[in-house]
């Protein structure tokens, strides 16, 4: 899963944005080595999944994503990010929104495990994780919080900005992606208009 990927994905949407082509961007980000890794494999390996998150986006989206503010970059590889992971789009939802919404703007490792615990009852795959490995994805999925602005450092749910043209393309997309970023009921409904 990497991090954010923020200037990465900049990079690699440049090159979209000239080949419109992602087997054509893929090939030239791995020729030129534009991520800078120190190995092939590193590359192909975060190359790949900055693509397939990039894909989840629709071309309105990917347009903000290149002309956006850092902002507006940055919640847009968030959404990318749930629209790639079903299990961190419903940690979004259930766990960071509902806090957010009862005022309770902490987000301690707990929620992560407890959240953890309670799908790996429907998901059977989630059982058979070691608990380093469930460490780790804990651990990836703060980072990547952090980096996208929904935490701060010390683990604080932040309110989501979300700027009119980002909400705009968003619920042309689907409304209900909105329900992964921190805003209130009275912002959702705003949107909905």
């Given at each position: 899963m990497g991090g954010l990927f923020h200037s990465e994905s900049i990079k690699i949407l440049e090159?979209?944005?000239?080949f419109h082509n992602w087997n054509e961007v893929s090939q030239r980000a791995l020729e030129s080595n534009i991520l800078q890794s120190r190995t092939v494999s590193t590359s192909k390996r975060?190359?790949?999944?900055?693509i397939a998150r990039l894909k989840t986006l629709t071309m309105d989206e990917l347009d903000l994503l290149s002309n956006g503010s850092v902002h507006d970059q940055k919640y847009l590889l968030w959404l990318s990010t749930c629209r790639r992971y079903v299990f961190i789009h419903d940690f979004a939802v259930e766990v960071i929104r509902?806090?957010?919404?009862t005022l309770k703007h902490d987000l301690p490792n707990e929620e992560f495990d407890t959240f953890y615990n309670s799908k790996e009852q429907w998901y059977e795959e989630l059982e058979k994780i070691a608990e380093s490995t469930k460490s780790k994805l804990r651990n990836v999925l703060f980072k990547i919080l952090r980096e996208a602005?929904?935490?701060?450092a010390n683990k604080l749910i932040?309110?989501?900005?979300?700027t009119n043209d980002l909400i705009g393309c968003i619920a042309k997309h689907n409304i209900n992606d909105l329900l992964i970023f921190p805003i209130s009921d009275i912002d959702l409904q705003k949107a909905d208009r």
């Open positions: 090159l979209f944005n000239i975060a190359l790949r999944e900055i509902e806090r957010y919404l602005e929904i935490i701060d932040l309110p989501a900005m979300l």
